[in-house]
């Protein structure tokens, strides 16, 4: 088995403002006992696992997130029997940006959730490829480690589709977004591939904003609307630096007022489909 030494993003960094700090603390300070218990040095606990040294004394240290694998291996090597391989939900949880847990969150117990989306493809529609190439023109670059954590994390909340009873989603995409080869042709062709084959789901409408349609109530931005089981509506905003999720009912409704408007002057769901299976022969 080949040493790890985590560069490959066999972990993550903890961001120092990020809650999840304690959680990741808790688990290192577990596999330093389990580990001190079955008498290995750290060196030794990374050769049995196929990790290097420094990645172990990082997460025993709580400053690295560990993945699957190494809790696996680290479970069966100190003969912890399931109690760190346990951990992983926890864990699984913690690898994630606050802004992103909390979202997702919110996206777990909405009944109905409408999008928007002028500037990419939105990021509950992206296929893998499509999020790993946006993220890879962000400026200034993220590493490739950073990149691997972002993508994992949107992936994630794509678990809304198979949620059961599953909610209302309703998405309305530029067709900018459509047109633009982001990460290449290939890339593109699958996004769009992936786009019809959601929009074939029962609960899933896809809409298109047509570039030639005059009135247009989104000019404002993107931005999602979310309504939960109690009852209550959240909005949520993202541009650039800033993701902010909106609580205050009076905003929440005029976001609601701006999304029915886009949905009426966008093309039908029917309309879109033809649309977006008419770009896929094109590209």
């Not at 690295?64 to 912890?80: H, M, N, Q, S, W």
């Not at 200034?140 to 954590?149: G, L």
């Not at 059961?164 to 769009?192: D, H, S």
Request: a negative charge; glycine letters at 10%; aromatic letters at 4%.
């Amino acid at each position: 088995m080949g040493v790890n030494d985590g560069t490959d993003g066999s972990g993550w960094d903890v961001a120092p403002e990020d809650d999840s700090g304690a959680v990741i603390a808790a688990v290192g300070r577990q596999i330093r006992l389990w580990r001190e218990a079955a008498g290995l040095r750290a060196a030794e606990l990374g050769e049995v696992i196929g990790y290097g040294e420094n990645l172990v004394y990082k997460v025993e240290a709580g400053t690295r997130i560990p993945k699957p694998e190494f809790l696996d291996r680290t479970d069966e090597a100190v003969g912890a029997g399931g109690k760190i391989a346990a951990m992983k939900q926890d864990v699984a949880e913690a690898r994630y940006p606050k802004k992103v847990r909390d979202l997702a969150k919110l996206e777990a117990d909405a009944v109905e959730l409408g999008s928007y989306a002028g500037v990419v493809i939105d990021g509950l529609l992206q296929t893998e490829a499509y999020a790993r190439a946006l993220y890879g023109e962000r400026r200034p670059a993220y590493t490739e480690e950073q990149v691997d954590r972002l993508v994992a994390a949107r992936m994630a909340r794509q678990s809304i589709f198979e949620r059961r009873p599953a909610p209302l989603l309703t998405f309305v995409q530029e067709e900018a977004t459509l047109r633009r080869p982001t990460g290449g042709k290939n890339v593109l062709r699958e996004q769009l591939e992936h786009l019809l084959e959601l929009s074939a789901l029962r609960h899933v409408e896809i809409q298109v904003m047509p570039t030639e349609t005059e009135e247009h109530a989104g000019l404002g931005g993107s931005h999602e609307v979310l309504k939960l089981s109690d009852g209550s509506a959240v909005g949520h905003n993202e541009v650039q630096l800033i993701s902010r999720l909106i609580s205050d009912p009076k905003e929440v409704q005029i976001l609601e007022m701006r999304y029915g408007m886009i949905r009426a002057q966008a093309l039908t769901p029917r309309l879109s489909r033809t649309f977006i299976e008419k770009l896929l022969g094109e590209t």
